[in-house]
């Protein structure tokens, strides 16, 4: 087991946000943390990674290289840098050399002519696409994403998560991530651990435990999933 | 070319360049406020530094890495709004200042006096400016991820607490110097201006860093050498100079974007 989480609690500000958290993932695999604003998704993956007190245990069986994606890490946030996308990539460490990076940026499907483009003048996918390659290039072993934009069209008909589909098929990856998307969950993920404020949680493979009464304990309204197949 | 104005113009050129290169890092907003705050906990330690004969920035230095010690451990301790903090460190040393600057001889606390500075001060300048420009070439790229989002710093490892607080005693020693060059009331101009005219003709981290630098330091060549032939004070004379340049190259952009 690479992770393993037993009675997991989180107060922030005094306030109880995680209470009694159990689950476990294992190598290799995805597991999507599924719950409504507010129920402590963000909290649990920051506390996961060291950044917040916590009371229960979080084991990992090895040190681990880890990649995240934050909540929020959008364009916005360089776009009044000048900063090119060259500058992004050499703010990592160590500084990746130059082939390493265009090896990257060709796996998230970008060519080596993007890397002298200010990262304010990207589209919206390719910027998706080089935060891909960013976090990807240390060679991690886990990836947290935290809410990766999931409606942008990457260009060419991928998503991110077809693109990250692709990348695992290169790469030993297990994944961590944090969407509202119930298409991404059944189509995507091993595993579904769901949150909500009202203490239930549910955890296991989207088709056992996504009934939907588990949905609605955990979103306090009626959802129905409809899935495609 | 006496000596007087190269001894002025080797420490304006260092402290100008130094405050630009640093200031390029003030991008976040939480971080643009705070110099203004700290050069102005600055007059106090001027007053004493004027009030026993000491040299300015013996006196001032003590106030202001008080006062950079203070705005880190309270923004970590209270979780108020840095914008709030500096605020009352800003109200605090202009309040204190105003209690016992002997006004008659307040003209080096206000507005610099980069025109008497001494052999021994300037070595002092060259040396400090030296240690800032390392450090901050060691925290530049672990500062700017911090800008952008600081858990993408943190999950990269970075002591995102320790290198504020280095950055914050780098502005500590810039500001202090600042004080010799432009005077208490107007050091935050030094580290803002430079990279907001770099900001407007740069397009990548090099450049950016480069002409912050030389704006910074240009603009107080030109305002050492108008004092020179036209005898207005000095520090006035450099913000001045930047603010002009600032506003060429916003025109410049302007143009280009047209």
Redesign the interface.
Known sequence: MLLKVNNLSVDLDGENIIKNLSFEVSKGEIMTILGPNGAGKSVLI?TL?G?LPHKGEITWDKKYK?????Q??NQL??K?????V??FF????P?PDKNEIVRYLSMVGLKEDVL?K?TGNLSGGEFQRVLMAWVLIGDPDIL?LDEPTTGIDLGGGETIYSLLKKIREEKDLTIILITHDLNIVYGFTDKVLCISRKEHACFGKPHEVMSPQNLEDIFGTKLKYYEHK | MNTQLLLSLISGICISGVAGYLGTLM?SKKMSVIAGPLAHLALPGAAIAIIFGLSLFVGVFPFVLLGTILIWALERKTRLPMENLTAIMFAFGVGTALLILPIDKADAALIGSINTISPIETAVVILISLSVIYMTNKMY??M??T???E??A????INIDLYNFLYLLNIGLVVSMGVYLVGGLITAALIAIPAAI??NI???????KIWATISGAGATIIGIFLNYFYNFPTGPLIVVTGACLFLITVSFKILKHE
Not at chain 1, 66 to 70: C, Q, S, T
Not at chain 1, 80 to 84: A, M, N
């Open positions: 920051r990674l950044f880890i990649g995240y994606l934050p929020g890490l946030l360089t009044d840098l000048p900063l090119t060259k500058d050499n703010l990592k460490e500084i002298s200010n947290f | 991008l790229s672990k700017m991820l800008n952008i989002h858990d993408l943190r999950s990269s490892g770099a900001k740069s397009s990548d981290l090099k450049s950016y």
